[in-house]
């Protein structure tokens, strides 16, 4: 009945279920046949709710039991002309068929047999079942191969088989949609099949071939889920969006490859070679030309623990030989022979390897030594802005193809049918009442006698059983709800429930909950305390307190469950995980002692998380994160099927050469770390591969199984591995950016925390009055609102990034209170600069205000409204202690120096005589602050006070390790620093005397000069004493000064301000989880990273030889061995940060991981890969302690810059005011037309010259040329034959001669004008200097090497890039690198003074530290020049572990402390390890912060430009592109074109204004009025083209007037016409004439056929007449 009901709510629209029969075949076939005759077809879509796999909506009735997985007629309109049947199974799933064509009848009993077994849900199931055996299967190994293993693989291929059959009977062997061969997966599934036959029943040994091509078999996992299937298809049509940025890619690296091999091509051959030895001449002839000489490799030069000899060059800032060395090109290149620029394909991996910044420094520290420091800049290049270019440019790209797909998901969303929404809604009603009756019933059968129930009580017996039952079928049947009643709910006596109350109220109480939290907080700290080596005194102190916070959890537990019940305490889920964690703690105590369970003490980290508890933000963010999380699955699976597939395609593909050529890699033939023979080994490799770090087992791939197998898989694993995570984390990003907190509401335990706050400070501030003896009478609702200040707040309209601020809620209290004060502390707490209060008046002029975003409108708008009466004079200060209105000086000094009280000033009389003395003396200071004030205001005083700013910063780049050498510098520097520091005590004191004290020290970046002052006078004093050197240390601070006196540098410490201090909550909840780690980490490997060094070779004895620390104390080898600790371990709380921290950035994290694989136990030897999987730790912080808070921080951020860039009204916040001005000038320059303002000559033969240069096929020729120039650089290789040399140089002459051709061409049609256009003096410089470099070999000289000739020839190839020229998709995606080179600049500036700070740090600090391990010749802190190398090696994140790893020696056994350095004073060469992790983390966080804004501000710009592509709005970029191609169209500016150039005028647009042709059905229905002879105007043309782009609505009419003003504006020459005719009027006109002529045709060619028809009857007539005159005369 329920059922039948249901069925007729879902009419009228939607009909019933029916059968698919013979009668339905017949009916489609007829409207097929129909459809074909009929010429306009029905724009019919499929229906998003009824496509194949997803759940028939229930408005189409229930489905009968006998029509599941029997043929119906399809529901789908769309699909009654398509031939096709639908078919439902036991869950409602749809699933589609073909009726005909290439399969059997759809009424055969085969095929419905076959159909149903397809459909029904075990078959699936049993499948999916099969694939994850195989799954398994193929992770085993030849050794782990079961004897059962071959029948199990024919099982399955048999299954395989059964269901290729089955599918091919069901659906057909057609290639069209719901034909077995229409499915691309089906297509895999069945050559992997029968691959698998071929290769069992065939005589050929194709075993090594199957085994790859059988792993093929794990995506079949795909297609049998829907959401790893839908994903699939997503990435697949985001890879081909990514198909422009993918060919830019390869091009940008084809041509740094081939500069690069300009530039190092065979220079890392060039080694340290011993020089004179015997056989001198044999070795001087083996080292030119033959590959095979071998012994040379004994006389190169090899620094301690390197695997490769000493690169050096023979520039003077290349690396120089030692003493008997001398620098010849000999042996092979670095790195095995696979690291070089030889070749284009050597340079373009090393190019490639640059671009993913894996193991860069290696690679710049190889081509430093070997050709000079002056190739950093290359490095720079590439490394950095190509890398965080190209990074950025995919970034944006997947993240606009995001955006469109949720829009698009949410569209979908949208158009579900209202009418299925309102049959959903009825049933729900229906189902409602009949639970209320159900209701009514029931508890008229418990309470008979209670007939006169009042309605109330009806309703909320009614409601709570509604919550009951939504409850249980939510979680449980309602009987167990019934039975968990009677249990856990006591009410036992009323004794009991007076305890009940008694504890609720203690459980409740505030201050409880502050105890709590007290407590969590020591537990945590207890927890923090442990480390390696612990006295038995520590040991006892943290156990009995981890038993009294055992105690103290346990106690609130129970009394909560005494409290709630254990029917409520279990249904909130942080009583639950409080219960666990004391559970835990309990069983903790019980198995302490029994051995093996030590693991279980690891998880006393969960107590960290009950912090969360309180602690709103954390709770925000863990929700998010689960929602997303869970929104993802499918695509989470999808990266764990893709990294499963590489490594068993790994482990099979190069497992058996592996252990068949291990001797390529050791002498010892040991596996490496890194290999692939089982699978767990190939998992971790993959995992290391998306890591970034893949370089160094792709060679050790080179040696065991060549370059053309490693290659394809390595590049499948990092291209498609890292689409996947990037698209998982831009996901998160965007899920984390703009979550809303719409339903999340404190919990009674968080407020209860606020009020025990809000009492102790009221507590606090009582007891402070009654000792100060102040009274002070508060009002109740006073106190009473600072109680429920933090409890009562409203958070529904919050976003993530106001939570994350640092006023929390109060900051939007005091936005609704109005007044200004309010106002201007808001604005001071996101600044750098705090302000005064509002009646104070600062006297500095208006020009000196720091702060943009706030103007005097702007303040009295905002003091105009609310409760506030207050209001903001016109001379009020703004919030950066500086005047923004325009007042006069003396006004601003007399009004701030007006007296306080004047109230009693009448009472007292002065003399004449005194007034006036009193007079003068009031004139004569306000004087002297006003020339002061003019002084500082002065633009000259400015630019030099910046210029001396400069100076001073300069001067620190010389005080190097050589200064004592140098006295002259010295000197002069000594006297300079006296000079700088005068300067800036001189400028503070002119500040102080024009605004006073109070105005000096509330700006901000006032404050941060007179910090830098006494860092000068510091300074000073510092080297005037001997004991106060080390203060001399801080000059660094100098160019702190730097960040005041440039707007630009403002900007940007602003803006990073706004954007990464409100997220301080989002970090510390990341820090929470590196605390659990890091915990985790000491509980785990405390005291397991020592080790016994044989300080012979410096390796570590065999486990067979040293097995503990005792036996490696016992060894004598001249004194005891070394039991050493690794200089990163997990000892205690901070060294883990530090190891931590050196996994997040992949720096050094292999070592660590080495250790702690290697570790057993406390005091016992490390052995090999003895505790393999604890690889597992490693992998869980990477995901969990990394890439999580990762995307948690960057989407707080982003949530932050948005809202920012909302306030100043989408501009960017990065750019000044004036670079926004150049912002719109970038965005002209990049659509200008090159060739507009060149006039075509008068001239015949100049004309076609012009015609001919000017013509498209000619740039194209010429961009082939160019091409073919690179292809020929490319083919070269070094030590080449000389006949190549010969014909490349008879190449480049031919393409010289060619590109001076052009250049000739150009200049005799273009004349003068040829050198106003920027490319043509481009390839004019380009031709002269490639001509002269050509010719000036001849007579022995050369401008450059003649490598550089080349290069120089090949920089013309830049014109591909040339918005005119190159191809659109070049220009689109360069756009926002253009648009946002203002604002990346900023940053950059802000970059190089972090960098130039932290380099001049490095100098002082760590200038003598001992050259080892990341310090060498190359990267050191001795010149300011090597330091800046290693800053910016740290700015990278490459290398820094080793640099680190140096600092920290500062024992005798690692350094020497009194070695003497010649040519200083300075003794010892230790570094300070402590100084040295405070240097490294802090540039690391301070250069993350920075270069994340650098990818969010390029990120959004892109975003912004395909928005506004994406909406209907035209912007003034899309007018000047028309107003361009109308110029080409109307070369002689007549505003006219004629009617037929239209059709091609509107095809030659750009969008969104383009018209694809055919377009002249369109053009024609527009009506454009036409002018005599056909011809169109263009503001008639401007204006309908702009109709059909924006609709018909008010902003449109609004911008189609401001068009035509403007354009009249522009053109007041107009040239006026009186339209004689509309186009549309000329189409019908055309029709007519049309219809006219075929009429007249037709009657004209009816007469003549009627003329013919008389013309043949008269020569008929007469042919008869003849013939009777002459039969006539016969017979006469």
């Not at 290349?318 to 000999?330: F, L």
């Not at 104390?1113 to 371990?1129: G, R, T």
């Not at 001509?1331 to 050369?1342: H, S, V």
């Amino acid at each position: 009945m329920v059922a039948s009901k249901k069925f007729k709510m879902a009419s009228p629209e939607p009909k019933g279920l029916v059968p698919f029969t013979r009668e339905s075949l017949e009916l489609m076939e007829q409207r097929i046949a129909k459809k074909h005759k009929e010429e306009h077809e029905e724009d019919l879509k499929p229906n998003i709710d009824l496509e194949v796999g997803k759940v028939l909506p229930f408005v189409y009735g229930t489905l009968p039991r006998e029509m599941v997985s029997e043929p119906l007629e399809d529901v789908d309109p769309y699909y009654h002309n398509q031939n096709t049947f639908m078919v439902l199974n036991k869950k409602r799933t749809i699933f589609r068929f073909n009726a005909t064509w290439c399969t059997l009848s759809p009424f055969n009993s085969i095929r419905r047999t076959t159909v149903k077994i397809l459909v029904h849900p075990f078959f699936r199931l049993f499948i999916l079942i099969s694939v994850l055996s195989d799954c398994i299967f193929m992770t085993m190994t030849m050794t782990d191969f079961p004897y059962w293993g071959s029948k199990l693989q024919i099982t399955l291929l048999g299954i395989y088989t059964l269901e290729i059959l089955v599918k091919l009977i069901a659906r057909g062997t057609w290639t069209g949609p719901f034909y077995f061969f229409g499915d691309p997966w089906n297509w895999l599934d069945f050559s992997v099949t029968l691959f698998e036959h071929i290769t069992i029943y065939s005589p050929l040994n194709l075993n090594p071939i199957f085994r790859i091509a059988r792993n093929l078999r794990i995506l079949k996992m795909i297609p049998l889920n829907q959401g790893l299937k839908s994903y699939a298809g997503i990435l697949l049509h985001c890879l081909k969006k990514l198909t422009g940025a993918i060919i830019l890619t390869l091009f940008f690296l084809s041509i740094f490859s081939v500069i690069g091999m300009g530039l190092f091509m065979g220079k890392l051959k060039h080694k340290c070679f011993r020089w004179p030895h015997e056989n001198a001449t044999e070795t001087m002839h083996n080292r030119t030309r033959n590959p095979y000489y071998i012994r040379e490799t004994e006389n190169f030069y090899y620094l301690e623990g390197e695997r490769d000899a000493l690169l050096c060059g023979n520039r003077t800032d290349a690396s120089q030989c030692p003493e008997g060395y001398m620098c010849v090109k000999a042996g092979k290149n670095p790195d095995n022979g696979y690291t070089n620029f030889d070749s284009f394909g050597w340079a373009f991996l090393a190019l490639f390897r640059l671009m993913t910044q894996d193991f860069p420094e290696a690679l710049y520290h190889q081509i430093l030594y070997a050709s000079g420091k002056v190739y950093m800049v290359f490095f720079i290049a590439i490394s950095f802005w190509f890398a965080f270019y190209m990074a950025s440019l995919f970034f944006g790209i997947v993240a606009m193809f995001y955006e469109e797909e949720k829009q698009t998901s949410a569209e979908k969303a949208k158009k579900t049918d209202a009418k299925f929404q309102h049959t959903l809604k009825e049933l729900q009603e229906e189902d409602e009442a009949a639970e209320t009756k159900t209701t009514e019933i029931e508890l008229k059968k418990k309470s008979p006698t209670s007939m006169i129930t009042s309605l109330d009580m009806l309703d909320d017996a009614t409601v709570t059983h509604k919550e009951e039952c939504k409850k249980s079928r939510k979680r449980c049947p309602l009987c167990w709800y019934k039975f968990a009643k009677m249990i856990l709910i006591w009410n036992c006596s009323p004794c009991w429930l007076k305890l009940k109350e008694f504890v609720h109220v203690i459980v409740t109480h505030p201050f409880t909950d502050l105890f709590l939290t007290i407590c969590i907080i020591l537990n945590i700290f207890f927890l923090a305390l442990e480390c390696y080596p612990m006295n038995e005194e520590t040991i006892n102190v943290l156990r009995i307190g981890n038993q009294v916070f055992i105690g103290i959890f346990t106690t609130e537990m129970i009394l909560k469950i005494i409290a709630m019940h254990p029917y409520r305490y279990f249904q909130v889920g942080w009583n639950i995980y409080d219960s666990l964690i004391v559970f835990h703690g309990l069983a903790e105590i019980i198995v302490t002692s029994v051995y093996g369970l030590s693991f279980f003490h690891s998880f006393q980290v969960l107590r960290i998380f009950k912090l969360g508890k309180y602690w709103l933000t954390f709770k925000i963010l863990m929700l998010t994160l689960n929602n997303s999380l869970v929104a993802l699955k499918d695509l989470i699976l999808l990266l764990f099927t893709f990294v499963f597939f590489s490594a068993v395609v790994g482990t099979k593909l190069f497992g058996f050469s592996y252990q068949k050529c291990v001797c390529n890699l050791d002498e010892d033939c040991q596996l490496p770390r890194w290999h692939m023979i089982d699978f767990f080994h190939s998992f971790l490799n993959v995992f290391r591969i998306l890591c970034g770090e893949w370089i160094e087992t792709l060679w050790d791939c080179f040696n065991v199984a060549g370059q053309f197998s490693c290659i394809p898989f390595y590049m499948m694993v990092i291209l498609i591995g890292n689409l996947l995570i990037l698209y998982l984390f831009l996901a998160l990003v965007t899920s984390f950016s703009s979550y809303s907190a719409t339903t999340i509401e404190e919990n009674d335990e968080a407020k209860n925390l606020q009020r025990a706050m809000a009492r102790i400070k009221k507590g606090i501030h009582y007891v402070l009055s009654k000792i100060l003896c102040k009274r002070q009478n508060v009002p109740k609702d006073t106190v009473d609102s600072a109680n429920d200040i933090y409890v009562k707040e409203n958070i529904s309209d919050h976003t993530l990034s106001d939570l994350s601020t640092t006023q929390d809620f109060l900051k939007d209290k005091e936005r609704s209170s109005g007044a200004e004060k309010n106002t201007m502390t808001e604005n001071a707490n996101q600044s750098l600069i705090s302000s005064p209060t509002v009646s104070e008046t600062v006297p500095i002029a208006s020009g000196e205000s720091d702060v943009e975003n706030l103007d005097n409108k702007e303040i009295q708008n905002k003091s105009g409204y609310g409760s506030s009466k207050e209001k903001v004079k016109p001379s009020s200060s703004s919030e950066c202690s500086t005047v923004d209105i325009a007042v006069s000086e003396e006004e601003m000094i007399y009004e701030h120096e007006k007296p306080k009280h004047r109230k009693n000033s009448y009472e007292q009389r002065s003399s004449p005589g005194q007034i006036s003395r009193e007079s003068k003396r009031g004139k004569v200071w306000p004087n002297i602050r006003k020339t002061c004030c003019k002084i500082v205001e002065n633009s000259f005083f400015k630019c030099f006070i910046g210029l001396v700013t400069l100076l001073s910063t300069a001067a620190l780049a010389f005080e190097d390790i050589y200064i004592d050498q140098r006295k002259t510098i010295k000197i002069l520097l000594e006297y300079a620093d006296m000079i700088f520091t005068y300067i800036f005590i001189l400028e503070m004191l002119l500040k102080w005397m024009a605004y006073g004290f109070k105005a000096y020290f509330t700006n901000g970046w006032y404050r941060l000069d007179f910090m830098v002052v006494i860092v000068f006078c510091l300074s000073l004093i510092g080297k005037s004493r001997e004991e106060l050197k080390p203060l001399t240390s801080i000059k660094f601070l100098r160019a702190l000064r730097v960040l005041s006196q440039f707007e630009r540098m403002k900007v940007v410490v602003r803006a990073l301000i706004k954007t990464t201090l409100p997220a301080w909550n989002a970090v510390l909840v990341c820090l929470m989880v590196w605390l659990a780690f890091s915990i985790m980490g000491v509980h785990l490997f405390a005291g397991k990273f020592y080790e016994c060094i044989d300080p012979t070779t410096g390796e570590r004895f065999p486990i067979h030889e040293v097995s503990n620390k005792s036996q490696c104390e016992s060894l004598l080898f001249n004194e005891s061995m070394p039991w050493e600790n690794a200089k990163l371990n997990f000892d205690n709380v901070g060294n883990g940060f530090l190891s931590l921290l050196q996994v997040a950035t992949f720096n050094g994290w292999i070592d660590i991981m080495n250790s702690a694989v290697d570790s057993t136990q406390v005091d016992m030897q490390p052995n090999f890969e003895d505790n393999l999987y604890m690889y597992i730790y490693f992998i869980n912080f990477v995901i969990i302690g990394l890439f999580l808070p990762l995307t948690m921080l960057v989407g707080v951020i982003i949530a932050n810059f948005n809202k920012h860039k909302v306030k100043q009204g989408g501009s960017n916040i990065f750019i000044t005011g004036k670079q926004k001005k150049q912002y719109h000038a970038l965005k002209k320059l990049m659509y200008e037309d090159s060739l507009k303002s060149t006039p075509r000559p008068g001239n015949k033969f100049r004309r076609f010259i012009f015609d001919l240069v000017t013509s498209r096929v000619f740039n194209i020729i010429i961009m082939v040329l160019i091409c073919f120039q690179a292809i020929t650089i490319m083919i070269q290789s070094d030590e080449q034959s000389e006949q190549m040399d010969t014909a490349l140089y008879w190449i480049n002459f031919t393409f010289v001669v060619l590109y001076a051709a052009e250049c000739v061409l150009k200049l005799i049609s273009f004349h003068c004008n040829y050198f106003t256009i920027g490319w043509n003096i481009f390839d004019f410089m380009v031709v002269v200097f490639s001509i002269t470099e050509l010719f000036l070999p001849l007579a022995g000289y050369y401008l450059v090497p003649p490598p550089f000739v080349q290069l120089i020839l090949l920089s013309r190839i830049i014109h591909i890039l040339h918005p005119g020229k190159g191809p659109k998709v070049f220009r689109d995606l360069l756009l926002p690198l253009i648009l946002s080179l203002p604002a990346l600049l900023n940053i950059s500036l802000l970059i190089f003074l972090v960098m130039f700070m932290y380099a001049i740090f490095g100098m002082y600090n760590f200038a003598y530290v001992k050259k080892e391990a990341g310090i060498n010749d190359v990267s050191n802190f001795e010149t300011f020049g090597s330091s800046m190398l290693c800053v910016f090696q740290v700015t990278i994140f490459a290398g820094w572990d080793g640099m680190l790893n140096a600092i920290f020696n500062s024992k005798w056994s690692d350094c020497d402390p009194e070695k003497i350095n010649p040519g200083t004073q300075v003794r010892g060469d230790c570094g300070n390890p402590s100084v040295g992790i405070i240097y490294f983390v802090s540039y690391i966080i301070i250069s993350w912060l920075i270069i994340v804004n650098m990818y969010i501000v390029f990120v959004m710009e892109f975003l912004n430009i395909a928005s506004k592509k994406k909406a209907r709005t035209l912007s003034e970029d899309d007018f000047r592109k028309f107003f361009q191609v109308w110029t080409r169209f109307d070369p002689d500016r007549t505003q006219y074109i004629d009617s037929s150039k239209l059709s091609d005028f509107a095809a030659a647009l750009d969008p969104p204004l383009f018209m694809a042709k055919p377009n002249r059905g369109q053009l024609v229905a527009m009506d454009l009025p036409m002018a005599v002879g056909d011809r169109i105007h263009c503001l008639d043309i401007l204006l309908a083209f702009t109709k059909r782009v924006m609709g018909r609505d008010v902003s449109m009419e609004k911008m189609l007037s401001e068009i035509e003003s403007g354009f009249m504006l522009a053109s007041p020459f107009k040239i006026t016409y009186e339209p004689i005719t509309t186009t549309l009027k000329r189409k019908q006109e055309a029709v007519s004439a049309t219809i006219i002529q075929r009429a007249y045709k037709s009657y004209r060619l009816r007469q003549n056929d009627k003329n013919t028809s008389d013309i043949h009857m008269i020569d008929d007539d007469g042919e008869d007449k003849a013939t009777k005159e002459d039969a006539c005369s016969d017979k006469a």
